[in-house]
């Protein structure tokens, strides 16, 4: 069965420092993958998405995902964060039916 | 934002009794899903449904039940409320189910069972 990892679970900045959240999944054939993203005390809204093509994707509010499909991840970038990214980032991958396989989720603090 | 609408937003319940949520969608979308959200656990799936009458379970789905009569319409039973159930509860919906489609969510049920 598929499954998605996310290394880290929660992760503190100052604003403008990098940003890089960690996906790994775990099949090797055709994927596509997600980002989506809750702000508190909200619901998931879709960051950015790859289905083929480019492996550099880009998404919303400056986000950016590189898919290395020989290191099976696909993780999340953003150059300088700011005080309003502070958010809990799921990876997903969506399996036959559209049903999703959900990371652990990442929770960033980014501190003024 | 996707037409969704969750209800309740908000339920605290004793252990035993049933509890249902409901999940309404006004874009007519074919596939609706419930989702459940424990921290360290990201989403995991309940069930879900690919058309009026045809659903199916999910990774989680012992507990639970679904009905979905109507389209736009997604019900989730507890047919005897848990501790463990103790939750957010998401609603998404998807336009084709296919692993290249966006599933948009809804704004969630925080359920407390005591």
């Known amino acids: 069965a598929q499954s998605v990892s996310q290394h880290n679970h929660h992760v503190i900045l100052s604003e403008a420092a990098s940003l890089e959240l960690g996906c790994n999944y775990s099949y090797g054939g055709t994927v596509n993958l997600f980002w989506y993203v809750q702000y508190p005390g909200q619901h998931l809204q879709l960051l950015l998405k790859?289905?083929?093509?480019?492996?550099l994707v880009k998404g919303i509010k400056g986000f950016e995902a590189e898919f290395i499909k020989s290191k099976f991840s696909f993780n999340l970038r953003k150059p300088s964060v700011q005080w309003s990214d502070t958010a809990e980032y799921f990876c997903?991958?969506?399996?036959?039916?559209?049903?999703?396989?959900f990371g652990q989720g990442t929770e960033l603090s980014v501190k003024p | 934002d996707a037409g969704i609408t969750q209800s309740p937003r908000h339920k605290v319940t004793e252990t035993g009794t049933p509890v249902t949520l409901r999940c309404h969608q006004t874009?007519?979308?074919?596939?609706m899903y419930w989702y459940r959200q424990d921290p360290g656990h990201g989403l995991r799936l309940i069930h879900y449904s690919y058309g009026v009458k045809d659903t199916d379970k999910g990774e989680v789905s012992d507990g639970y039940s679904v009905s979905r009569s109507k389209t736009e319409d997604f019900l989730l039973t507890l047919e005897s409320a848990t501790s463990s159930q103790t939750s957010v509860y998401f609603c998404a919906i998807s336009e084709r189910g296919s692993p290249n489609t966006e599933a948009f969510f809804g704004q969630g049920t925080r359920l407390t069972v005591v």
């Open positions: 790859y289905f083929s093509g480019d492996p």
């Open positions: 874009e007519n979308h074919r596939y």
């Open positions: 997903a991958v969506p399996n036959q039916g559209g049903k999703l396989i």
